[in-house]
């Protein structure tokens, strides 16, 4: 087991066909104590049910700096430590540049891009305590491209900003023994986008795709559990595409 002993937190772990449930699962088949962060606090009781002891779910909200110290601090105390951060909570918009309004603008880069950065600073502490860490940031395609599908101006510079703060996190932490990498996920056929994303969408984004498919919520665990774990414990800084070859550069 890849993770024995380790505490993860996971946040946006709570919708069934996501990256953060799907990291969940992983994870926990792998031996980590899994704390599983949400503001969905339905789905966020289900996600623990289907876990079981000794997993744990909180409710939190990642744009909400005092929340994110307020859990981890719980999380810590609950399972033991942190030694895992996986920074997957996320929200996106299809709006166009001149109809994006302020509000909007703010709840893209205060949940994908403010959150990373609020999650990692109340997690570092916990990791320095135990002797180091990995985070693992899921970023886009669409912070490499300019925008994707349906994300646009404010959600591609949220998640290139993503992929910057990781090399940053990697550069200032790595004398602690933490390890910060991203993950520029490709298209995905999971509920994401809330339905947007049509079964003719799907097709016409697949038959771009050079293996042929979308992606699955379990390509991006699996690429996850690769970095939280000794697999890559010679790898930070990084930014690992995980997009079928959507997008080769």
């Known amino acids: ?62 744009a909400d700096g005092e929340q994110c110290r307020r859990t981890v601090d719980a999380v810590a105390a609950d399972l033991g430590g942190v030694d895992i951060l996986i920074n997957n909570a996320g929200v996106v918009y299809g709006t166009l540049l001149t109809d994006i309004c302020a509000a909007e603008y703010d709840h893209v880069l205060d949940v994908n891009l403010r959150g990373n950065f609020q999650m990692a600073q109340a997690a570092v502490p916990k990791m320095r305590a135990r002797g180091g860490g990995a ?54 056929d999971n509920n994401f986008t809330k339905g947007r994303m049509t079964p003719e969408i799907k097709a016409e984004v697949a038959a771009k795709v050079p293996l042929g498919r979308l992606g699955r919520s379990e390509d991006i665990a699996n690429a996850c559990l690769y970095l939280a774990s000794d697999m890559a414990s010679y790898v930070t800084g990084a930014v690992l595409d995980v997009n079928g070859g959507l997008l080769i550069h």
Do not use: W
């Not at 994870?27 to 899994?34: I, L």
């Not at 959600?155 to 602690?176: F, P, S, T, V």
């Open 135 to 188: 985070i693992v940031c899921i970023s886009s395609i669409a912070g490499q491209a300019g925008g994707g599908v349906f994300g646009r101006a404010h959600y591609a510079a949220a998640k290139a900003g993503i992929m910057g703060l990781a090399k940053a996190l990697a550069r200032e932490l790595a004398a602690d023994g933490i390890r910060a990498n991203a993950i520029a996920a490709g298209s995905l």
């Open 1 to 62: 087991m890849l993770l024995k002993d380790k505490v993860a937190i996971i946040t946006g772990a709570a919708t069934a066909d996501g990256i953060g449930r799907a990291t969940a699962r992983l994870f926990a088949e792998h031996g980590a104590r899994v704390a599983m962060l949400d503001i969905d606090e339905p789905a966020l009781a289900d996600a623990e049910r289907e876990l079981g002891p000794p997993h744990r779910s909180y409710a939190c909200d990642v």
